[in-house]
């Protein structure tokens, strides 16, 4: 990881051997000052020293613009800044006096600048100055102008691969573990439990057991660190770029929160180099780098387990910085620098022969292996697809993530994941989640916090397609969060997903395959189970759902609850509609995902009504109050008890009702014999022959309900229907309906040019003496010819 640093300061230090005129160091009082910081690496003291200097200094000695950009160069929180210093050294110094310095390796770090920046086409000259000062070197070995002239060349190839990938940019969203995880220090190699609650990772910070700076250089000696991830469920729109090469999907959970963050037991730590590697496929078992070997903890019992070195092939006496077994146990991937490879680092694979025994390593071969180093291999479970970094094969720059595909027993030719998954930093440690597109990496970007950062990525298409499905569980007529647990199982039975929610957020996340059928189990307290059966579209890329379930309970006069109403909103793009009023909070949710994903579709509203009563218990009480009333639509699901002393918190109790007939059994609609296309409601109405006036009996009528609202809405929102009467009831609801019928085959057929607009849940209800009263007492009144004072209401 560290190669290319001391690459670097390498240069500065032999200075090319080149010797020339005192003059220059006779008018410089820095030099001997810079190089004595540089060649100790103090690079913090360096630039206090620096920044102090007088103005004069500054202004005229081209050797601080030199030592600075050095400064910021190796600095990597003040990294992005080194350009200006490094540039304005480079065009501004006498080439002699950069001559005499051997300062000739200002060009390699400014061409890595501008390379970093993303500037190529300027990089590209610059690497080529470079190249062209080593080989006129007259004291120079020839071997160390092979060396550092195949890595300038390597760097330009790695530009010319860099423009064309930037110009075919993955669909990706990369997110940063935020603030809480990166510092300016590096942080790597991050170890993520299956459902993604726990992350484990390794930092070089000052905190480390014995608080040292490592031996050979590259900052504090590495510590393995441990956090729980606490919240994250925005929809946002996020990216990690902010020029034209930016990715154009959102996200989303952006708004990482991680807590608990500690450092590991001290069987994990020590005082010299530990590193995470792997956690088993249960999320017991850590693998972790330790005194230059392989070690094994039990993460569950961390405090007391006793860490274990794994077997001989394993671990040699050369270095293996990383392993990684395959889901299904059957083979272990190695990196070694042992003899016999290809150059550098290189990884190899053993196979299982029995309980903790393994094969003699063996190289995977140069479809895999180049000269250069290759680490951090990564089986995906499918068992065929190889993820690992290499600083060979076609580059953006320095480590690079590629993918192989086993074919039988070959490996297919490694495929650059791309930008932006990769940068002219070093991008490595590349795992995924156990399923769908979710993996995590660290990156050097420039755009981090300092040294190398952890990144979440999330790709529309590296494995098969998925939806985000992300929703809010709320209950009662204020809507508040609810606790409850969401079952989703698809109908071909391959997967089952599971998730909880709590009283203060009620929100759930999923991610779900494209082109499936799935039932989903709502299992929410105080409420009965609720279950519906919807299919994820077939799609091409990544796309979000977002869903809320509602539960209200069904009360009786008395205030006892007998059931309860679940509406299911679903913004999955159905060219649906409803006239069902949103809270702001809902609204607002789905109005991000519409201006996100530019749907052009609608919000779709499911309902169901289970009553915790048998249906013969509800006729009862609808017979003997007729104030009773439930929104029962021509597509609401309606359930009953199957019996009285049946549980009414268990799923099975209940048998499912057709809510058309208990529509007709509340208006007894199918008593009556009437010929819509023979009446007409306009005035002067007509009484159709056989039919009593409602005006010869006084104070009943008949009217048409259109519906029940927690608020007061638009009469857009009701088709514009005239009249409209409004009426608040006891329970601060807004009640709507229209006309007033003298009978009620006039407000039968009212009602049905009213279902035909679009109004589907419309219903006939009667009024008597200015009180609700059930159609079938109003037929009572009619055929007894019963005379109330008082006239027509």
């Known amino acids: 990881m560290f190669k290319l640093r001391h690459f670097i300061l390498l240069l500065s230090l032999i200075g090319f051997l080149i010797q020339g005129s005192n003059s220059f160091a006779q008018g410089s009082k820095l030099h001997a000052k810079g190089e004595a910081f540089i060649n100790k690496e103090d690079f913090d003291k360096a630039r206090e020293y620096l920044q102090n200097l007088d103005e004069e200094t500054k202004e005229n000695d081209p050797l601080y613009n030199y030592y600075m950009g050095m400064v910021y160069f190796y600095t990597p929180e003040l990294k992005i800044d080194a350009l200006d210093y490094l540039q304005e050294y480079a065009n501004s110094a006498d080439s002699a006096q950069i001559e005499y310095y051997g300062h000739h390796h200002i060009y390699y770090l400014l061409a890595k600048m501008y390379h970093l920046k993303y500037r190529f086409d300027d990089a590209i000259p610059v690497y080529e100055t470079f190249i062209r000062k080593v080989n006129n070197s007259p004291n120079l070995p020839e071997e160390g102008k092979s060396e550092i002239t195949k890595q300038a060349k390597r760097d330009i190839d790695h530009c010319k691969f860099a423009k064309i990938a930037i110009k075919n940019p993955r669909n990706v969203v990369i997110e940063s573990l935020g603030d809480s995880i990166n510092t300016k220090y590096p942080e790597y190699a991050s170890v993520v439990s299956q459902d993604e609650k726990q992350l484990i990772f390794t930092s070089r910070r000052p905190d480390t057991k014995g608080g040292k700076l490592a031996k050979e250089g ?215 989640t156990e399923r769908y597109n979710r993996g995590y990496y660290a990156s050097a970007d420039l755009n981090g916090k300092g040294d190398m950062d952890l990144y979440r990525i999330t790709f529309s298409d590296e494995r098969d397609p998925v939806a985000e499905l992300i929703g809010l569980i709320k209950k009662g007529n204020e809507f508040v969060p609810a606790k409850s647990k969401i079952t989703l199982m698809s109908v071909d039975g391959e997967d089952l997903f599971t998730d909880e929610t709590n009283e203060s957020e009620g929100d759930y996340f999923m991610l779900l395959g494209h082109g499936k059928e799935y039932k989903m189990l709502v299992e929410t307290e105080e409420f009965a189970p609720y279950e519906r059966t919807f299919i994820i579209p077939e799609q091409e890329e990544y ?27 679903n913004a999955f793009g159905e060219p649906d509609t409803t006239t069902t009023m949103y809270s702001d909070e809902t609204m607002s949710e789905i109005q991000k995902i519409k201006d996100d994903q530019e749907l052009d579709g609608r919000v779709k509203a499911l309902k169901e009504i289970r009553f915790y009563i048998t249906a013969d218990s509800l006729r009862r009480l609808m017979a003997e109050d007729p104030t009773l009333e439930y929104d029962v639509g021509e597509d609401v699901n309606v359930y009953f008890l199957k019996d009285e002393a049946a549980d009414k918190f268990k799923f099975g109790s209940y048998e499912l009702y057709d809510g058309s007939l208990l529509r007709k059994d509340f208006l007894n609609e199918d008593d009556l014999t009437i010929d819509s296309d023979s009446i007409d409601i306009a005035d002067p109405i007509e009484t159709p022959e056989g039919t009593t006036a409602a005006e010869s009996i006084g104070g009943l009528f008949f009217t048409v309900q259109i519906g029940v609202y927690s608020r007061d809405v638009p009469h857009s929102v009701l088709f514009n229907l005239d009249p409209l009467v409004t009426k608040k009831t006891t329970n601060e609801k807004f009640r709507y309906s229209t006309g007033t019928y003298k009978s009620i085959a006039e407000a039968v057929v009212r009602k049905d040019k009213i279902v035909a607009i679009g109004v589907t849940d419309a219903f006939v209800t009667a009024y008597y003496q200015g009180e609700r009263i059930t159609i079938a007492k109003a037929q009572e009144l009619i055929n007894d010819g019963v005379q109330v004072t008082g006239g027509w209401k």
Do not use: C
């Open 543 to 569: 796309f979000q759902l977002y869903q809320e379930v509602h539960h209200v309970h069904l009360m009786n006069v008395d205030g006892d609850v007998i059931g309860q109403q679940i509406t299911v909103f």
């Open 218 to 432: 590259g900052g504090f000696y590495e510590d393995i660190y441990k956090a729980d991830l606490s919240k994250g469920s925005l929809f946002e729109r996020h990216t990690r770029m902010s020029d034209s090469t930016r990715s154009s999907y959102f996200n989303l959970v952006t708004d990482f929160e991680y807590t608990d963050l500690h450092q590991m037991s001290d069987e994990v730590n020590s005082k010299d180099h530990d590193g995470s590697i792997q956690l088993d496929k249960n999320d017991k078992i850590l693998y972790f780098y330790h005194d230059a070997d392989i070690w094994q903890i039990d993460t569950k019992s961390e405090e007391t387990a006793v860490a274990e070195k794994m077997g001989v092939h394993v671990n040699s006496d050369y270095h293996e910085p990383s392993i990684f077994f395959s889901y299904d146990g059957k083979r272990l991937f190695i990196v070694s620098n042992r003899p016999g490879g290809y150059g550098g680092l290189d990884i190899y694979v053993s196979e299982s022969i029995g309980e903790d025994e393994w094969s003699e390593p063996k190289n995977m071969g140069p479809s895999i292996n180049t000269e250069f180093d290759e680490d951090a291999p990564y089986l995906d479970p499918d068992e065929k697809t190889l993820y690992f970094a290499s600083k060979g094969h076609s580059s953006i720059g320095d480590f690079d993530i590629f993918r192989s595909v086993q074919e039988d027993t070959t490996w297919s030719a490694p495929v650059n994941l791309g930008f932006p998954v990769n940068t002219p930093a070093d991008d490595i440690y590349f795992t995924m």
